[in-house]
């Protein structure tokens, strides 16, 4: 690139770099407050709030990428043509082709870069995410233990925890096991949740047994150390549920047999890879009208604010549509062409009216001219 491209090409990154940003840091917030369950309901910390919303960004980067490329490249034209630097440029002898070329060069770059998330790092990120979910469910600790109440697991098992520490370790800890007829309690002074093995262990020192059998016996015994395993509480069928959005490209065209149904039906997997193979063509799309709404008319010193309405809501409206196309398709499959066709029929709309106004255009007064010379 030239010295001037380079510069028209940073005064159009910057904004677009912002305007994704600022998008990004709304969707992270609404993903944060959907976390604060896992932190209020089931005990995890701050860390694990922070990971599962980290690991949701790279889908909400598959829609931010084109509607901030749409948003921080109409800021930046706008600007660069209300203050006359475009003009400036096209005076120095820059062909409207060169100017144009940075901006086109940004576009493919979010193109590819949205090709990437939703092809790699979306569906190992969902996949991450849902199973660190599911442990989260399952985790037993989290099920059984409440600072301060008395928690009712399966089998009647009842645990109580006085206080819980940030370490993990419980203080004061009180179980109760019905056995039909018979009882058993255990309380220990401290308790921690240990997988042994691979399962599920609740390690209790310093404390007492007492079991009470339907013959009216009591036993009573001390212990230093002991183990409580867990495992008969747990259920080891269950699997995390995968979801159309958490598969590679692969799985998605040519499913295996028992991701038919439980995940998804045939069609709407196949809806979800057409999505995302289409989904770089909205940020080609995006970069189309925002170079259509400001360059694709006359020179306005009063401003471009309705070309930028009708672009705003022309990218709006192919937006919505292809999202119903992309919902249509999963019950028709021949709907899936549409999904390429919307954003590339909608591009070249938009260059078509780029280039009509990039051509010199006669006025009126000199077409009679002409008209009455050739006669």
Known sequence: MTLIQRYLFRQITRPVAAACAALAGIGILSQSLDQLEIIVERGQSVWVMLKLTLLAVPQLLAVILPIGLFVGALIALTRLQREQELTAVFASGVTRWAAIRPAIRLAAIVAVLTLLITTIVQPWAQRTARTEAFAIRSDIAALLVEEGEFVEGPDGLTVYVQQIEQSGLLKNLFIYLPDGDDATTWDAAEARFERIDGAPMLTMLNGSTTRYSSRGVLTYGSFDRNVFDLSPYIDATERPR????????????????????????????????????????????????????????????????????????????????????????????????????????????????LFRALKPRRSRRVKRALKAQAA
């Open 242 to 353: 995968f979801k159309p959005s958490d598969l590679y490209l692969t799985q998605l065209f040519d499913p295996a047999p028992q991701d038919v149904g439980t995940v998804g039906s045939r069609g709407e997997l196949t809806a979800e890879g057409h999505a995302r193979l289409s989904a770089p063509l909205y940020a080609l799309m995006a970069m189309a009208m925002a170079l259509a709404a400001i360059m694709g008319g006359q020179f306005s010193r009063t401003g471009y604010s309705l070309r930028i309405a009708k672009a705003a809501a022309a990218f709006l409206v192919v937006r919505v549509v292809g999202y119903g196309i992309v919902a249509g398709s999963a019950w028709n499959g021949w709907l899936n062409i549409l999904q390429y066709l919307l954003p590339i029929v909608a591009t070249a709309i938009a260059l078509r009216l």
